[in-house]
């Protein structure tokens, strides 16, 4: 694809890649040793042995953490150094702030995964950001968030100033993906904000925390949707070599889904900030404003793959950026229909939101891939390599698909041990398929950090 392959880029851009797309990667592994922890205090004939059961709620804060907020900004930081330089034919608006980003988010996390390993203050399963009560945790978050602003600030000045040298009123597809992108993130984090202000300050703890990121936690779901749908167009370009979608379309049905959060700030002044109206809206936004567009793009990249083999005949299954596009889309896919089926709450829950991420963080993984040649470094050839979408992909697959299995038949969410009463064979055969899938996940998470740091490490030249 002419965008990576024909582009070269100053040693600064470059230095900035390389640090995001390592930190990125690297938060990975630790989100990887808490998820490792966490399948295992689930799995029949292995929970009751783990010598950590009170530690399992502070992994699991500290692994979605991780997994589910932090790994998805940090690799959309790679993103968006990109879209402030190669993808809007220019330089970044300011070197400086752009480094003081990410030395912000990096060191914040730093301070989060600490906090985690030494199990500071109590856990509390907020939705979409669970926290631990310490103030080193607090401190590690709003760090991470207040870097992120930095990173988005400076790329949307940096496509305003190459966008008037360039004297172009027409943004190319994936800067306008990743400007909205970047606009939705700050959405999230106004929410974050007007919550914080709004909030009784004699709120229960738990209340507090759950009422405090539930507007904006929905909200950012869409900007990992958007960042993924972007890593859907860059593989098809870089695999297929063809757009899936033409730009007008493809901006039109990302403009309607972004319309959908515009209002999302308005309604901490319409509604009460405790209510059930506030929480139902910002459920019903996610709901009708995220699906459509993703289903659009998946389908139009189907599209273009049975082109694709038409005209050879043959698909590149050995390739990784292909085999993680057709993984992510499954993932995607079963994540959304999942959740049409969801009744009370079980463990069928997480099994839709696992789907869901798993599919994100697969096309961010196949991404990975093709950007380091950018840093003058090799992709990986090797046969470990070929299979770590696979090892994701089908064990993300079982993961979800026996959770769900074993939430038909009631095993409760945010249990564990023997509070998860699995005492029948659909309980425990469910539960085991979880357990298998998640060590097989695990296996490919952990197989795709060594693919890509390995390189990163290495000073060889593609």
Known sequence: MEIFTNNKINKETSRLIYAWLFFAVSTLIFAGIFAFLLAMSRTPFIQGILPVKDYLHTALVTHVVLSVVIWFLAFEGVLWILTGTIFSKGDLFSIPLSWVGFFLSSGGTIIIIVSGIRAWGEPLLANYIPVLTHPAFYTGLIMFASGIFLTIANTLLSVYKNATNDKNENLPLITFIMCITGLVVLIALSCFLLAYLFLPSDLNINTYFEKLFWGGGHILQFSNTFGMICAWILLSQIILNKSPMPDRPAKLFLLISFGFTLPAPLFYFSFDVIGMELRDWFTRLMQFGMGPPAGAFAIAVIIAIKSFKDEIRKLPWDKPGFSALIFSIILFSTGGILSLM????????????????????????????????????????????????????????????????????????????????????????????????????????ATFVLNILIPLLKRTKT
């Not at 090797?382 to 026996?402: C, D």
Request: glycine share 18%.
């Open 342 to 445: 969801i009744r009370g709450i079980d463990v069928k829950i997480p099994s839709h939101y696992h789907g869901v991420i798993g599919g994100v963080t697969l096309s961010f993984m196949g991404l990975s891939y093709y950007i380091l040649p950018l840093l003058n470094r090799n992709i990986p050839d090797t046969r470990m390599a070929k299979i770590q979408p696979y090892l994701y992909g089908i064990g993300q697959m079982l993961f979800i698909l026996g959770m769900f299995w074993a939430g038909t038949h009631g095993v409760p969410r945010k249990t564990y041990g023997e509070a998860q009463k699995l005492d029948d064979f659909v309980k425990l055969a469910g539960m085991g398929i979880m357990g298998f899938g998640g060590l097989i996940a695990i296996l490919g998470g």
